[in-house]
């Protein structure tokens, strides 16, 4: 079974969500990072840039895909992970700590409540893999 820590949101696109104050910090879930295999590239948008939720906001490159990350809600993004550029496999070990990929400044906070919680992501992601 994979993590699905309970203080975050999560979309039906396997990213999650933390939220501080008005700002939102994004990664893939374990559940998506596992599916992937090993990472070895993130391609990540740039501090400035501004998205839509649901919008893809960057690229990860596994030894099986490269899969397009979505951004689970609308805002600028404030800060990028750098430390992924050197050490991408941190997806893996670590998603939802040194892996997480952007900080963004929420235009619409209330976008979150229309994400899903850790119980409604692992049903989720238990009827994707039946």
Do not use: C
Not at 118 to 130: C, G, I, L, P
């Amino acid at each position: 079974m994979a993590n699905v820590p309970e203080d975050l949101h999560y979309s039906k696109d396997h990213e999650w969500v933390r939220v501080e104050g008005n700002e939102a910090i994004i990664g893939i879930t374990d559940y998506a990072q596992n599916s992937l295999g090993d990472v070895v590239y993130v391609e990540l948008p740039k501090a400035g840039d501004e998205f839509s939720a649901s919008e893809s906001f960057g690229s990860v490159e596994s030894v099986k895909a490269v899969s397009e990350i979505f951004t689970p809600v609308s805002g600028v993004v404030t800060s990028i992970n750098e430390s992924l550029a050197d050490e991408p496999e941190s997806v893996n070990s670590d998603p939802y700590g040194a892996g997480w990929m952007v900080r963004m400044r929420m235009s619409s906070p209330g976008e979150v409540d229309s994400l899903l919680t850790a119980a409604e992501y692992e049903d989720f992601t238990k009827a994707e893999s039946e």
